[in-house]
């Protein structure tokens, strides 16, 4: 965990958070309560849209030792996630055949930032130090305890990330 923890966050990990799914619905992070999870906040139209694919695979190819993906739309960078919720899952579903988690559009900077993803910047700060996220496509990789363990930048392929992924999902506790 970086030093740069708010007061808010004593005492809590990925799991103490509900956050909202692609139905407008509450979804307690709970529920993933011992698995690993890689949020990404990703967009439709952007260079590393074909993300989605390597984030399918690597969740099919892991979902039944405990990995999970969240993806979190964001428009926030050159609007590039300009659809609703429904739009952004038929995207995904007819192009890339994404089948793990979609949640609700959110944003990642500023004050109004969802207070998941504040956690997760203070959590795994970026280069230097900064908590800003830079682009689409930023990944956190939580562990089983629902620490935030690291966080990989948008140019960062997700097979680069496998050997963290492997690491974490050792045998559960």
């Known amino acids: 965990m970086s030093e740069n923890k708010s007061e808010s966050d004593i005492g809590k990990n990925a799991y103490s958070f509900t956050v909202t799914d692609g139905m407008g619905l509450p ?22 849209t074909p993300q989605y694919a390597e984030l399918e695979e690597i969740y099919q190819k892991y979902k039944a030792q405990g990995l ?37 559009k959110i944003k990642v900077n500023g004050d109004d930032a ?36 690291k966080r990989f930048g948008p140019r960062e392929k997700v097979s680069d990330m496998e050997s963290d992924i492997l690491a974490l999902l050792g045998p559960a506790e």
């Open 68 to 104: 999970f993906v969240l993806a979190f739309p964001c428009n926030q960078f050159m609007g590039q996630e300009p659809g609703t919720n429904a739009e952004i899952h038929e995207f995904c579903r007819l192009t890339y055949g994404v089948t793990f988690q979609l949640m609700n």
């Open 27 to 48: 979804f307690p992070l709970s529920v993933f309560q011992g698995r690993v999870i890689l949020c990404v906040n990703v967009a439709s139209k952007c260079g590393f």
């Open 114 to 149: 969802d207070e998941f993803y504040k956690f997760l910047k203070r959590a795994a700060p970026g280069s230097m130090g900064t908590e800003f996220i830079k682009w689409n496509f930023t990944k956190f990789l939580i562990d089983r305890q629902g620490q935030v363990v």
